[in-house]
């Protein structure tokens, strides 16, 4: 897996529209896209709760924590400490930047909590974004791209049905998500260039 473009182009595309999306919806109020989710998974999916509990069940730190883990030993078996640290730590940016920055600088309310963007979705796609980066290109990696988005359209419906976040939110998380893993692999792929020794010439 190369450091090179284009993830560099994509963090820059993803955090461009995160925020541009996060100045859109800061605040109280809902957008119009938002109001239309929230009728629709009404109409489809009722009051069925342990439905859609089910269907947010991939975000929970129960299954995340088991699957990046998983993930960065197969990377030290196989050699690839650079891709384990990533398994790590691009995920743990992304939570902790999501939580600490970007709720608080949007400042977009749900109820009682910030809701923009949704901390759910970040670690869900952050952790997805992972093993998509880490798959060998090829059937493995488009089956992960595919269990991944129809994953997260569930999720997608559990939260807007249970009442946690509001499509925005949603969208908000999976592109700062996206941003932040990119964006950490290309800086640990500089990171490493940088150390590596220079080949002598003598």
Known sequence: MSGRAPYGLVAVTCAVIMVVLGVLVSGEGVSGPDEFAVRWVERAFGPDTDLLRLLVLPTEAYV???IAVLAAVLCLIGGRRLEAVLTIV??????????????????????TYLAYPSGHTVALVAVLTVLVLLARPGVAKAVIATVGAVALCGVTIGMIGLGYHYLTDVVGGTLFAVATVCATWVLLTWAARRRAPVPSDG
């Open 90 to 111: 691009g995920p743990l940016v992304a939570i902790l930047a999501n939580t600490w920055v970007l709720k608080p600088l949007f400042d977009r309310w749900k109820y």
């Open 64 to 66: 995340l924590i088991p």
